[in-house]
């Protein structure tokens, strides 16, 4: 099994940046994939950006430009680093990692940006 635990989130206003953390624990030799999801009030869960064992990465549109995930591997992390934030970027985050044996939610971290 492979523990997730999120940090970084919070209140910012728009244009600010928020940095998200996620640090992995457990079976971690298994991650194939890590990523992150938001869920907004009402809306379905969506991944904002990904990043595999090789290092690719994948961003929904509305994150290019904007946001960079990258991972450190000495720390067993990946991180979110968010910047130009908007209001409709306000959600709870998640991360999550794929392995090979299934796959893995942090709880959750809220970040709410201000207009």
């Known amino acids: 099994q492979v523990q997730l635990v999120e940090s970084g989130g919070g209140l910012v206003q728009t244009g600010g940046s928020l940095r998200l953390s996620c640090a992995a624990s457990?079976?971690?030799?298994?991650?194939?994939?890590m990523g992150w999801y938001r869920q907004a009030p009402g809306k379905q869960r969506e991944l904002v950006a990904g990043?595999?064992?090789?290092?690719?990465?994948t961003y929904v549109d509305s994150a290019k430009g904007r946001f960079t995930i990258y991972r450190d591997n000495a720390k067993n992390g990946v991180y979110l680093q968010m910047n130009s934030l908007k209001p409709e970027d306000t959600a709870v985050y998640y991360c999550?990692?794929?392995?090979?044996?299934?796959?893995?939610w942090g709880q959750g971290t809220q970040v709410t940006v201000s207009s």
């Open positions: 990043i595999s064992n090789g290092s690719s990465t």
């Open positions: 999550k990692t794929s392995t090979g044996y299934g796959e893995y």
């Open positions: 457990g079976s971690i030799r298994s991650i194939k994939f």
